[in-house]
C-alpha cells in the first residue's frame, strides 16, 4: 500500500514570501530507490519531556526521500506557538506525494508540510496566519493531530504543482518554566505525477471559539452545509486533552440524521492517533451536496484556567477524493483547488 503519514485539524485548514537563489531542483529531491511499498512513518508520540536535540539521533536517510529541517525557534515558557518556516522550492514540475516521515524534538507538538504559492528563501520563518489558507495545500507531516495510522488507499496521492514552495506549520508546547530551541526534520519522498494515481485532498468542519471555563463542563456544536459531493475515504473526531464525548453525524435535507463517527468516550490518544473510520477506494462513504455535517463536542475542564483554541479543538476531518481541499470554519465553506503560482 501507498502509505502516508498525515497529521491534520482545525490549524491544517486555517492556513499562510522572495528569491530565484533558491530554485531548488525536485529531481534532488526525488533519489534513485525502491518503488515499492513505503514504510510507516515515525511520530514524535509527545511524552512528558521531549528529548533535546542533542539527545536524539535521526534515523538514516532513506533511498527516495529528501530531508527538509526547519530553523530552529526559541518557545517562551507556557507558550503554545505556530511557525510558518519554508524549507524549499520552488518545485521543478508537479509531483505526487508518495510518503512523508519525520521528527521534532523539545516541545514538538506537529509539523505539517504544505505547498505555497508564497515565495521566501528557506530558512524563512514568520508566525502562521489565518490567510495563509488562501496560499497553501497539505502534503502531509508528523505528530500532534495525525498517526501513522492514516492510510490513504493504494494509488491514491496528494499532488503538489510546479512553482510551489515548500513550508512547514510547526507546532510547539513549552510546558517548562525555562525557553526551550524546538526544530523539526521531515523526509519526504515525491515521485513524478503518474495519471493512473487518483488524487485526495482534505475536508474540515470545526469551531475556532472554543473557550471552556475553568472548573466547567461545556458543549459546542459546529455545523457545516455541504457545497458539494464530498467521497470520504477516512474520517476522525478530533479533540485534546479535555475532550469527554463528541460525535459527527450527517443531516439530510429530509431532516434524517445518519451517524458518521460517535466517540462517546474521548481518548486522549485519539488526539495524537485518530481512530479513522476507512473506507475502499471502490466505495467512498458519500456525503451529499445540500446535507449539513454537524459535529459535537463536549469538555470537562478541571483546571483553574480558561482554556481556548488551539489548546482544545472541536474538529471532524478527513480526506476525500478530489483536489480540493475544503474547509468549513464557523459554517464557512472554502474550497481550494490545485495552487497556481503563475
Known sequence: MNKIFI?????VLLHGCASDDDSAQLEDAVHEGDAGDTPDATTSELP????????????????????????PVEVEPGSSTDWAQWVGGPLDR??????????????GHHALMYATTEAQEPGFTRRWEDADQLTTRLM??????????????EGVVFRVQKGSYL??????????????????????KLEPVDLSRRVASIMSNFDL??????????????????????????????????????????????GERRMLKNDANWSYEWALNPNFEQFPLDEPLLVQAGSTLHTHCEWDN???????????????????????????GSGTWIERGAIDSD
Open 7 to 11: 497529521a491534520t485539524t482545525a490549524l
Open 48 to 71: 512528558d519531556a521531549m528529548p533535546d536535540e542533542t539527545d536524539m539521533e535521526l534515523p538514516p536517510l532513506e533511498p527516495g526521500f529528501e530531508r527538509f529541517e526547519t530553523v
Open 94 to 107: 508537479d509531483y505526487d506525494v508518495i510518503a512523508i516521515k519525520g521528527t521534532q524534538f523539545a516541545g
Open 140 to 153: 502531509g507531516g508528523v505528530g500532534g493531530e495525525g498517526g501513522a495510522n492514516a492510510v490513504l488507499p
Open 167 to 188: 513550508v512547514v506549520q510547526t507546532h510547539y508546547l513549552n510546558a517548562s518554566e525555562e525557553t526551550i530551541t524546538a526544530t523539526s526534520v521531515l523526509d519526504v
Open 209 to 254: 471559539a472554543v473557550a471552556l471555563p475553568p472548573g466547567e463542563k461545556t458543549t459546542m456544536d459546529a455545523e457545516c452545509e455541504v457545497q458539494s459531493d464530498l467521497e470520504f475515504l477516512q474520517f476522525s473526531n478530533h479533540m485534546h486533552e479535555y475532550g469527554v464525548s463528541t460525535f459527527t453525524e450527517v443531516i439530510e435535507p429530509s
Open 302 to 328: 478541571t483546571t483553574t484556567e480558561e482554556i481556548t483554541f488551539p489548546a482544545e479543538m472541536c474538529v471532524f476531518f478527513g480526506f476525500v477524493l478530489g483536489d480540493s481541499d475544503i474547509s468549513c
